[in-house]
C-alpha cells in the first residue's frame, strides 16, 4: 500500500532560525495536505497542494510540491516559539483516502 | 456547529471491557473519518463514511473494532474485548467534500484518549 515518508522526526532550533520538513510518498499522489498538531492537540489543516511543481506560501511558510508529485516539503523561515508541534504530510492518491507521514516535531528555543 | 467534538475525551478501560467513542461532526459535513493515533505517530486510517454509508472500512485492525453512523450526523466508534494495544488517541475528522480526498479540508475532533489497563 502506499507509504507518507517524513523527514526528519525530530529537530530542536533556536527562535529566528529556518525549519525544514519533507515528504516522500511510494506512489505518485492526487494532492498533499498539511496539518500541524500542537502538543497535546488535534491536526489543524494548513494548506493543500494539488498541481506538479506548485508553491504556496502562508506568511513565514512555504509549501512545495514535487514535479513528479511524489514529494513535497515545508519550509518555516525565522522560526518563531508559537511554530512549535508535529508537522504532518498527507498524501491522496486515486480514491484512496489520506495517508498521514509520522510527522516531524519541532522544537524552537527562545 | 462550531467545531468536530468528541466524547469521552479520556477513557480508562480494562482490558476486555467494551468501549463506545462518540463523534459529533460540523453540521452539513457529508464525510466523516476516524483515525487511531499511537504515541509519536501520525494518525492512521480507520474507516471513512459517507453520510450514513460506510464506504471504506480497511483500516480497521480486528473485527473487534465497529464503526456506524446510522442518521448520517453523530458517528460511534466501539470496540469490543479492549486489549493494550488499543491504547491510543482515536481522532475523528469531517469534511463537507461528497468525495474522500482530493480537494478538501479535514477538520478534526479534539479526540479521544483510551488507556486499556
Known amino acids: 500500500g502506499q507509504q507518507v515518508m517524513q523527514i526528519p522526526q525530530y529537530q530542536h532550533v533556536q527562535e529566528g532560525e529556518d525549519f525544514t520538513t519533507y515528504c516522500n510518498s511510494s506512489?505518485?499522489?492526487?494532492?498533499i495536505q498539511w496539518y500541524k498538531q500542537r502538543p497535546g492537540g488535534h491536526p489543524v489543516f494548513l494548506i493543500q497542494?494539488?498541481?506538479?511543481?506548485e508553491v504556496k506560501k502562508q506568511k513565514r511558510l512555504t509549501f512545495q510540491f514535487g514535479e513528479a508529485k511524489k514529494n513535497s516539503s515545508l519550509h518555516i523561515t525565522a522560526t518563531q516559539t508559537t511554530d512549535v508541534g508535529t508537522y504532518f504530510c498527507?498524501?491522496?492518491?486515486?480514491?484512496?483516502?489520506?495517508?498521514f507521514g509520522k510527522g516531524t516535531m519541532l522544537l524552537v528555543s527562545p | 456547529g462550531a467545531g468536530v467534538s468528541q466524547s469521552p475525551r479520556y477513557k480508562v478501560a480494562k482490558r476486555g471491557q467494551d468501549v463506545a467513542l462518540r463523534c459529533d461532526p460540523i453540521?452539513?459535513?457529508?464525510?466523516l473519518f476516524w483515525y487511531q493515533q499511537a504515541l509519536g505517530q501520525g494518525p492512521e486510517f480507520l474507516t471513512y463514511?459517507?453520510?450514513?454509508?460506510?464506504?471504506?472500512k480497511s483500516g480497521l485492525p480486528s473485527d473487534r473494532f465497529f464503526a456506524e453512523r446510522p442518521e448520517g450526523s453523530v458517528s460511534t466508534l466501539k470496540i469490543q474485548r479492549t486489549q493494550q494495544e488499543d491504547s491510543a488517541v482515536y481522532l475523528c475528522?469531517?469534511?463537507?467534500?461528497?468525495?474522500?480526498?482530493?480537494?478538501?479540508?479535514?477538520?478534526f475532533g479534539p479526540g479521544t484518549r483510551l488507556t486499556v489497563l
Open positions: 506512489t505518485t499522489l492526487s494532492n
Open positions: 498527507a498524501g491522496g492518491s486515486g480514491y484512496s483516502t489520506l495517508t
Open positions: 475528522a469531517s469534511s463537507s467534500s461528497g468525495t474522500p480526498h482530493v480537494g478538501h479540508t479535514q477538520y
Open positions: 453540521s452539513g459535513h457529508v464525510s
Open positions: 497542494l494539488v498541481k506538479s511543481g
Open positions: 463514511f459517507q453520510n450514513e454509508a460506510q464506504l471504506d
